[in-house]
């Protein structure tokens, strides 16, 4: 934008101007009537409002316009001109002052005709300044911890493994306490050296075989219809393409075609005369000489799609859809309910309480209703799905390297799809570059079709993703939805206690059941939060749509379950007219209390609560009182800036919940030079999963870890492997470790008596060799049977105590304990643009007694900012009833860093500090310590509410305090027009053609 002024010496008058946007239309536009509405008019702030006007007729787009959102591009528009206007308003004033100081540099200007320009009220001047043109601040954190206690505490194996009181262990344990014992310790992570300097090997690493192909999938571009034929005839022609494969070749070979971590409700490749349930399912793999002609082969291959059969209603997309249309995966279905049943039944019938009617008395019932959605996450691994099969022994043996959590799946499906006997198929999985629940199921499919190829040519075949392809096909975090009703009752001291919460959970599964099922399962454990409702119950179910099925994502539903628990919080806080931080304090959970689904909350049944110590301490040491006073002033002063504050708690269970999973083992060798190799059922993906186990071995054996290594994850080394996933990795494979080293010092006992007391572990592996001793040990872990597995299932047996024992107890234990953490984050938001930035975000979380502090630390850094992703920044957009330009219905448009987004270096809190909670020993896990990779992922949401109290600020300056539905995520587009000033709402207006309010807007959004 560019503007002329001249001045008569009584006002300023607009001589010229010229003003262009982009993100209006493909190319870059002009906007003359608005300039001329401007030209010769006063320099003045009506002067703008009424080119606004202009400016929204002149740039008015459909509601379906290309790149969706509408009104927001609209407002964004006179939102810079109003910004343009501030700005140059500000510049003006410095300009004047600077020449009535100096007149004598302003040679050409007569004092006497320069105007006063029109005021600028402190509080406006926000507006004239943006995140991006300012300087960026300097990031600065600490990060706390207390000093090691493993060698004085008692940790899980005290209860469940055979006791070693040998002198072999006792002088491991001396060697450990004197060498500053590894467990405990902030060891680097024994990849982190190859992760700097790019020397980590990953799959597509990998020295390739000879006489290795390349591949590519054979994608469907459309969904609903019946997939009739493929034609491969052109992409044949093509010289050095090998071959292009299918459901026929997969059936030649006696192979399965059924795939699904729980269900068997996915195929390898679709089969023709059936209907294809998404876009991009796999039709078939094409494999050439190489990656291009692989490539360009699937290009080349013809599909014919068939006509929707009969009676097909829509295509099913959106969670609003499925429930339209009672599309559901109904064993998914699960309900849990406490307490009075006939007061959740009566919510309906009462109406909700308006919020600001009238001064609520003590003994009031406050009642709210409402709905709340939180958006899919896509993965976003560096590293895509990739695997390289090798057959050996002719076609009888696959060796399969994958990326992936899940080996045995992994192994388990090459060798059905295949027709060759899992004791044939070896997956081996040295690291992964990232997977957070991606690669847990949806990897599998992938390896399973290169292993089609590879056994039908008897050539080694590997296939790796496109990022395009990997994010179209492989599955996301679950979008929700929620519908709620729920009471609180007003204190005689001012405050609330909640009385009721009845919500109904709806998750967008896809179009295969994948772990959709377990998913909303976690979310119901979790729709509590932290807090006591006395009458509750939770219902949720699994919508069936064409999206790629949906799968695990850290936290896998216990975030979406947190989210709606929360909203609905705040919600009850605003009608109740009570602060949010007292509702959510008065109401946590307190010792002996008892949780929806029966556990109870202390010692023996969950481990130490340790949330509302952690809560008090934050809000203390770290002024929230006063801070938020401080904000207050700040929005006072600033009215196109504002600043909003959360506190947060967050607990997460650890356990499988179905109890077969809560089981490792792993594979110890102990080496004449004293040097250990530890073979485990876990993954690494970064997380330092071997790592951990490698401390724990070292501190067995009384060694240093540098003479402790993990090579991989193979199935021929530890069979039968539960994929690495909730978090449960240290806890069980530590143990396992622990079992097998214990195991191995017990052997060494004798041996031990015959030396020196200072005798090495080297000499002692060295004489027990010559002895005959074996020096290597299967350790295995099974979580006691009472600890975990529930079945939502099961009735309550005749003779249950009632009263005596928690309700809903007899279905289960769920979890081992619970990993908990307290989040206060402080954020800024500029309100003509919907920007914000983190100011500042203090954690402090209870793991126990941290094995690796350092790496735990890096797992809170990481879920925090992965969740703030999630709840602020990463938009999923599909093509639906909100996304009509994007072709076919049902296709993913977000399928690449070009529309996708993640948290970037400028979004992290410019002050960041994490903080581990002293004497939290967990009696409930190896050494005392506690899982940490999901339990934090929540807390980077206390970045969208303390966004949502800055809007609130702003809104109460506005359209006034009522409620209004925040929806994750609350991206620049959300705030922007939650805002809901008059530029937004006349935007509104426009593109809803006065259907809309501004203050009931919803931005677009694929759920």
């Known amino acids: 934008m560019r503007i002329q002024l001249t001045t008569d010496g009584k006002s300023f008058s607009i001589q010229d101007v010229a003003l262009a946007f982009g993100g209006m239309a493909p190319t870059t536009v002009m906007a003359p009537k608005t300039a001329e509405a401007l030209v010769g008019q006063n320099f003045s702030e009506a002067t703008f409002d009424k080119a606004s006007e202009v400016l929204l007729q002149e740039l008015a787009l459909p509601e379906a316009v290309p790149g969706g959102q509408a009104a927001y591009r609209m407002t964004l528009a006179v939102s810079f001109l109003k910004k343009f206007y501030l700005s140059v308003l500000k510049d003006l004033h410095a300009d004047v002052k600077a020449i009535k100081a100096n007149p004598a540099s302003y040679s050409s200007y007569v004092l006497g005709d320069l105007a006063e320009p029109p005021a600028l009220a402190e509080s406006e001047a926000s507006g004239t300044s943006n995140f991006l043109a300012e300087r960026k601040p300097h990031y600065q954190g600490e990060q706390k911890y207390p000093a090691p206690k493993v060698v004085s505490s008692q940790g899980l194996e005290e209860k469940e493994l055979p006791p070693v009181e040998s002198m072999a262990a006792a002088a491991a344990a001396a060697a450990a306490e004197k060498s500053g014992a590894p467990v405990g310790k902030a060891v680097t992570h024994q990849s982190g050296p190859l992760h700097c300097t790019g020397e980590a090997l990953y799959v597509d690493d990998i020295p390739l075989p000879h006489g290795t192909l390349h591949a590519c999938l054979v994608l469907s571009k459309e969904c609903g219809g019946v997939f009739e034929s493929m034609d491969s005839e052109a992409a044949m022609a093509i010289s050095g393409v090998e071959g292009i494969f299918s459901y026929k070749d997969l059936v030649a070979l006696g192979g399965s075609n059924?795939?699904?971590?729980?269900?068997?409700?996915?195929?390898?490749?679709?089969?023709?005369?059936?209907?294809?349930?998404?876009?991009g399912q796999v039709l078939g793999i094409a494999v050439?000489?190489?990656?291009?002609?692989?490539?360009?082969?699937?290009r080349h291959v013809s599909v014919k799609y068939g006509p929707r059969p009969e009676g097909s209603e829509k295509i099913i997309v959106t969670i609003d859809d499925a429930i339209e249309a009672n599309s559901y995966y109904e064993s998914s279905r699960h309900s849990l309910a406490r307490g009075d049943v006939a007061l959740l039944d009566s919510l309906p019938l009462t109406p909700d309480t308006k919020i600001g009617s009238g001064e609520l008395k003590p003994g009031d019932i406050v009642k709210v209703s409402g709905e709340f959605k939180s958006g899919a996450q896509e993965h976003f691994y560096l590293e895509v799905n990739g695997s390289l099969v090798v057959p050996s022994e002719a076609d009888t043996n696959l060796t399969v390297y994958c990326s992936s959590q899940a080996p045995t799946k992994t192994q388990t499906f090459c060798a059905s799809a295949t027709g060759t006997p899992a004791s044939k198929v070896v997956v081996?999985?040295?690291?992964?570059?990232?997977?957070?629940?991606?690669?847990?199921?949806?990897?599998?499919?992938?390896?399973?079709?290169?292993?089609?190829?590879?056994?039908?040519?008897?050539?080694?075949?590997?296939?790796?993703?496109?990022?395009?392809?990997?994010?179209?096909?492989?599955?996301?975090?679950?979008?929700?939805?929620?519908?709620?009703?729920?009471?609180?009752?007003?204190?005689?001291?001012?405050?609330?206690?909640?009385?009721?919460?009845d919500i109904q959970l709806?998750?967008?599964?896809?179009?295969?059941?994948?772990?959709?099922?377990?998913?909303?399962?976690?979310?119901?454990?979790?729709?509590?939060?932290?807090?006591?409702?006395?009458?509750?119950?939770?219902?949720?179910?699994?919508?069936?749509?064409?999206?790629?099925?949906?799968?695990?994502?850290?936290?896998?539903?216990g975030p979406q379950g947190i989210a709606a628990n929360e909203h609905v919080m705040e919600h009850l806080a605003l009608a109740c007219n009570v602060p949010v931080d007292d509702l959510r304090r008065s109401n946590m959970y307190k010792i002996g209390d008892t949780t929806h689904f029966g556990m109870i909350i202390g010692e023996q049944d969950s481990g130490k609560w340790n949330v509302p110590t952690m809560w008090d301490r934050l809000a203390t040491e770290l002024k929230v009182a006063q801070r938020r006073e401080d904000i207050a002033k700040f929005n006072s002063e600033h009215k196109y800036k504002k600043r909003g504050?959360?506190?947060?708690?967050?607990?997460?269970?650890?356990?499988?919940?179905?109890k077969f999973m809560n089981q490792g083992g792993a594979l110890v060798h102990l080496y004449t030079d004293g040097t250990v190799l530890v073979s485990h059922g876990g993954t690494e993906m970064g997380q330092g999963l071997h790592t951990k186990v490698c401390q724990v071995a070292a501190q067995a054996f009384g060694i240093p870890i540098e003479d402790v290594y993990v090579n991989d994850s193979s199935t021929d080394k530890v069979a039968?492997?539960?994929?690495?996933?909730?978090?449960?990795?240290?806890?069980t494979y530590g143990m396992a470790t622990l079992d097998a080293c214990r195991q191995i010092l017990k052997r060494l006992e004798p041996v031990r008596k015959e030396l020196s007391p200072d005798a090495s572990l080297k000499e002692i592996a060295k004489a027990a060799h010559l002895s005959r001793v074996d020096l290597s040990a299967h350790g295995f872990f099974i979580l006691n049977d009472v600890r975990c597995g529930f079945d939502f299932n099961v009735d309550m047996p005749p003779d249950f105590p009632v009263g005596e024992k928690p309700w809903n107890s007899w279905k289960g234990h769920p979890f081992n304990y619970f990993t908990q953490g307290v989040a206060c984050t402080e954020v800024e938001v500029d309100l003509l643009t919907g920007n914000h930035r983190t100011l500042r975000s203090d954690l402090m979380v209870d793991v126990g007694s941290s094995i690796n502090p350092a790496i735990d630390i890096g797992q809170i850094e990481g879920a925090f900012t992965q969740g703030m992703g999630w709840s602020t920044i990463e938009d999923v957009m599909y093509g639906d009833d909100d996304h009509t330009w994007i072709r076919p219905r049902g296709a993913l448009f977000t399928s690449g860093p070009g529309t996708y987004k993640i948290p970037a270096f400028n979004d992290v809190p410019e002050t960041f500090n994490v903080t581990l909670l002293e004497d939290a020993e967990n009696p409930w896990a190896v050494h005392s310590s506690k899982a940490i990779g999901e339990p934090p992922f929540y807390l980077g949401a206390s970045v969208f509410n303390a966004v949502k109290d800055a809007i609130l600020a702003a809104r109460k300056d506005g359209v006034g305090s009522d409620y209004f539905e925040m929806r994750m995520p609350a991206t620049s587009e959300r705030i922007r027009m939650y805002v809901a000033d008059s530029l937004a709402s006349k935007a509104v207006e426009k593109v809803s053609e006065g259907k809309v309010e501004g203050a009931s807007f919803q931005a677009q959004g694929s759920y």
């Open 288 to 298: 050439a000489e190489t990656l291009e002609l692989a490539e360009l082969a699937a």
């Open 258 to 279: 059924v795939l699904g971590p729980v269900v068997l409700d996915e195929v390898v490749f679709l089969p023709p005369g059936e209907v294809v349930r998404t876009v």
């Open 506 to 557: 709806y998750s967008n599964g896809g179009s295969g059941m994948d772990l959709s099922g377990p998913v909303v399962d976690r979310a119901l454990f979790h729709s509590d939060g932290c807090y006591d409702f006395p009458n509750f119950r939770c219902t949720g179910v699994v919508c069936k749509t064409v999206q790629a099925p949906h799968t695990a994502y850290r936290g896998f539903g």
């Open 645 to 658: 504050l959360t506190l947060l708690p967050t607990k997460f269970g650890i356990a499988y919940t179905a």
């Open 720 to 731: 039968n492997t539960i994929p690495t996933a909730a978090s449960m990795s240290t806890d």
């Open 428 to 501: 081996r999985m040295k690291r992964m570059g990232g997977g957070f629940g991606g690669k847990e199921t949806r990897s599998v499919p992938f390896s399973a079709a290169a292993a089609v190829a590879a056994k039908t040519l008897v050539r080694p075949v590997k296939l790796i993703l496109s990022r395009s392809d990997d994010m179209k096909i492989s599955g996301t975090r679950h979008a929700f939805a929620s519908k709620y009703q729920a009471s609180a009752q007003i204190t005689e001291n001012g405050g609330a206690k909640l009385v009721s919460l």
